[in-house]
């Protein structure tokens, strides 16, 4: 748990350094007793996985861990990174062991002000979900939330 | 036409749950395995649940409301925690349907309610497929 306060690095070299960042990407293979769980915790008997994974695929085949992404904008995973927002296109059925492979990019970063949370930056990033073929899946765009605190000015 | 209401379903969000969610999303941010990191960060005793297991509820909400169709796009915007154990309620609204090729595109409005306020707010489109013998 975080015991000090979050840094707060200048925000428009980080930001123009961030800019159209590629992530490593990976692959990402739904395996049938993780999509049994989710069913579990969905009260699904569902025979297809279910779409949240394309969130799951998204994050766990970005080719970098949460903590490390949040590394990359000199951010700690202490400090509490939340989800902002998430969208996804679908542009076919998510399938249980197909070794989807990945794409990411960082769009942007940006800083705003926030009455609960102090300084706030803001991270877009983009996921592309591609069959084997090459074939696209799904598109998975998000935005987190880093709370940087209270800043003495 | 009049909005369509969903049916509403309600999920026990439990604190297992929750962490079950952080090893699936490979996820480590402490907020969703240690009660006292919410309390640190002004979100509230408990544990956190996942974002996107919270988007996976209203998702449910939809393959419950319309077996065999599928998900064409989602987009939620997060604007408050969930901190478990709590019950969620996934709610939504058919605002519009539109007949594409193959089928029927549905414009839903959804929302997951949890500590009696809005947690997500977020709309979908889903794909509900013309049924044998239609055109």
Redesign the interface.
Known sequence: MASESPHCPEIGALAARLRGHRLPGGTYRIRAVESRVVGRLNGLEHPQPHPVFAAVASLRALGVTIEELCALCEFRLADGPMLGEFTASYLARLAADVPYSTSATIDSLDRTGSRRFGVLDRLRFTVNIDAPDGSPVAVVRYLWLLPRGRVER | MPARVLPE?S?EVTES?AL??SG????????HS?P??GL????GPGIVS????N???L??LL??AFPGA?????????VA?VVAPTTVVAAGVVEREEPVPGGTRLHCALELRAHGRVAIDARACVHLPASRGEA
């Open positions: 379903l999920f749950d079950e969610w699936i999303l490979d996820d480590r941010n402490p907020i240690d006292a990191a640190v960060h002004g979100l996942p974002g996107p297991a988007a996976g509820y998702m449910t393959l419950r599928t998900l064409a796009s989602f987009e939620a915007r997060f925690v």
